[in-house]
């Protein structure tokens, strides 16, 4: 290359490659702390600390001021973690016991490596019905017990944290991006389209419960129509309706709901929540125990609890590929539960979160786990409110609960084996009464945003019909598509100046703003691309009523009979010079007899001005500008 502006613009290409390598290979050594050449005694301990937060509060942890609270915090939710875990083990369509186990290693595990201070990690109803679904298809109308089939139980177990084990190893490679595609993915669960999915979840759930309420025997469906075709069976089938689990299963249902409602109403006044849930396992195992409902009555109970925990074992893989679907759908779904709530807590208290480390954390929670026969966990919001407004300071709470767990799977788990199944029915449908409520959420997203509605109307209905995998699937897909349809369909207004202000706002919605003799004010909220040029160039003329013919010397276009003097443009914040954009934007100028002065288009670069200068819609002076945020466009002889 020779010549000044050669050399210029090779320097410039030097430069500019030379702080990409640097900014590259600073985010390597700041994202994994595994590089030999740079490693140091303060980065180690910088890494472990990130790796495992317990390590950075556990030391200075106060222990006058937050034990005595996490002690009765960590009691309150390990008493409600029990039963939970009983009941979401039905949903999972595995014995029990084993959603004993999936309530005690991760919450230990959660422990060392999560961030949040007050979520709750174990079994979550939505989660639990996914894994439910799948476990369904691969071993169709059982519940395994613990003697039957165990490597199948354990491959799904191993499966479905699948998707978090790969997630982690991405994060420890910087080059893959897998985990910021994954974070893309879960950008689009938006609030719509969680609480329509969750709402949608909370039905099936319900559904699958309502044969254990009745006490009758059906078969259990997954996939498309499954909400349809249990309502069927049960229907089919209820006028075998056992009258002892019905009755049992109701009283159950309205002892938790005014409990429910005593709890809320006075929680300010209440020390810790009346344990409704343990009180209706007492009771009800009780109750059962005396009267020899499962003999009596032929009333299904809990059954076979094996006491102690079981050697770790590594799952057969043969069946992985038919999981790989499902597993990517609970890791995006507990990963999104877990992350929303996570920030919820933090924001409350006035603490951070590290959204990565909690994909790291919950990652280690069902990896590890899955070896002790657990099945995939993330938070539970209704235990996370109870460790929070129990007092919970930290995850000592956490710990605590988990050693409750222990107890009872150690030493007392025979107990429950009277439980019946009708007890453990009720406190699932009790508990998702909250999840109903989100209904409201249809009249004031109709207020709001119509496309906030579709979304959540869409996620709910596509759960419901086509099962909660491919309706999370639909759901995305069309959250994705309005994020296009947005961007194709900018809102645009006319600006006016609102009187002793600085103010402009848009003429049609404030009257105070009025416009300049002469001058048009077009905004628009959106960048200039091939997909929306055609609108965006549609638009500016509907705006502005662009009258497309000139006066009689053929230099000005008229607009309504009056000499258009200046047309500026707002809020362009970039700009495509190629393609259709280009012509469009082209066109509109030589039609307007024009000429654009941009201050700033951000984000533009030194090519795209100089095309604009080509065009004549740039002047000289304007290539070096690229720092206000107007387009202006002037006619020629102003």
């Known amino acids: 290359l020779s010549g000044n502006r050669h050399s210029d613009t090779l320097k410039s290409a030097v430069s500019f490659y030379r ?91 959660y422990t060392f490596f999560g961030t949040s201070r007050h979520i709750s990690v174990g079994t979550f109803a939505v989660i639990s019905l996914m894994i439910g679904g799948v476990a ?132 300010k006044k209440l020390p810790i929540p009346i344990p409704g849930e343990i009180i209706v396992v007492i009771v009800s195992t009780s109750i059962s125990y005396g009267l020899s409902l499962s003999k009596e009555y032929k009333v299904h109970v809990v059954g076979n609890i094996p006491t102690g925990l ?23 779904v507990g990963f999104s539960m877990d992350v929303s709530l996570a920030k919820i807590f933090a924001l409350k208290h006035g603490y951070s979160v590290d959204g990565n480390q909690e994909l790291i954390a919950l990652g280690l929670c069902n990896f590890i786990s899955s070896f002790f026969q657990t099945f995939a966990v993330t938070c539970s919001m209704s235990r996370s409110l109870v460790q929070e407004s129990t007092g919970g300071k930290t995850q000592i709470a956490g710990l605590l609960a988990s050693l409750l767990v222990l107890v009872v799977v150690v030493a007392i788990g025979f107990v429950f084996e009277p439980l019946p199944q009708t007890a453990l029915a009720a406190i699932i449908m009790v508990n998702l009464i909250g999840m109903f409520k989100q209904f409201r ?61 600085g103010l402009y706002c848009d003429v049609d919605e404030y009257e105070e703003a009025a416009e300049y003799e002469g001058i048009k004010i077009f905004h628009s909220n959106s960048s200039i691309y091939f997909a929306n040029s055609d609108l965006y160039v549609n638009s500016l003329k509907e705006k502005v009523v662009l009258c497309l013919y000139v006066s009689r010397d053929k230099q000005k276009p008229l607009l309504w009979g009056k000499y258009v003097k200046h047309l500026l443009s707002l809020g362009l914040n970039w700009l495509s010079l190629r393609g259709a954009s280009r012509c469009k934007i082209m066109d509109l100028a030589q039609c307007l007899l024009v000429t654009a002065i941009p201050d700033c288009i951000n984000n533009t670069k030194r090519p795209a001005l100089q095309e604009l200068k080509k065009q004549h819609m740039v002047p000289q002076s304007a290539a070096k500008g690229n720092r206000v945020i107007t387009l202006l466009l002037q006619s020629l002889d102003s």
Not at 60 to 70: E, N
Not at 162 to 175: N, R, T, V
Not at 196 to 205: D, I, P, R
Request: proline share 6%; glycine share 4%.
């Open 441 to 501: 959420d249809i009249p004031s997203l109709w207020r709001t945003s119509k496309i906030e509605l579709a979304i959540w109307v869409i996620a709910f209905i596509a759960s419901v019909l086509l099962g909660l995998d491919y309706g999370l699937l639909v759901a995305v897909t069309f959250a994705i598509l309005t994020v296009i349809y947005r961007t194709q369909s900018p809102k645009s207004s006319i600006l006016g100046h609102v009187a002793n202000t």
């Open 136 to 267: 369904v298809r691969e071993a169709p109308d059982s519940i395994l017990p613990p003697t039957e089939q165990p490597w199948l139980i354990s491959l799904f177990i191993q499966s479905s944290s699948s998707m978090y084990e790969s997630l982690l190893m991405c994060q420890l490679d910087f080059k893959c991006f897998c985990l910021l595609r994954f974070g893309f993915v879960a950008i689009y669960l938006t609030e719509p389209l969680v609480r329509g999915f969750t709402t949608a979840a909370s039905m099936h759930v319900v559904i699958s419960q309502l044969k254990y309420l009745l006490g009758v025997e059906t078969q259990r469906y997954s996939g498309f129509l499954s909400a349809i075709y249990s309502v069927k069976a049960v229907l089919s089938r209820i006028t075998s309706t056992n009258i002892a689990t019905f009755l049992l299963g109701l009283g159950c249902i309205i002892f938790l709901y005014v409990i429910k409602v005593l709890n809320e109403r006075f929680k």
């Open 19 to 109: 702080n990409a390598f640097v900014f590259i290979l600073q985010r390597e050594q700041q994202t994994c702390h595994f590089c030999t050449q740079t490693c140091s005694s303060e980065k180690a301990k910088s890494a472990a600390l990130s790796f495992m937060p317990i390590l950075s509060w556990l030391p200075s942890y106060p222990v006058r001021k937050y034990l005595f609270s996490d002690v009765v915090s960590g009691l309150s939710t390990g008493v409600v973690q029990l039963p939970q875990g009983l009941a979401y083990a039905m949903l999972a369509a595995v014995p029990p016991v084993y959603g004993l186990y999936s309530s005690f290693y991760p919450v230990l595990l």
């Open 310 to 332: 079981r050697p770790p074992a590594a799952p057969n893989i043969s069946l992985l590929p038919n999981l790989v679907t499902d597993s990517f759908a609970i890791a995006i």
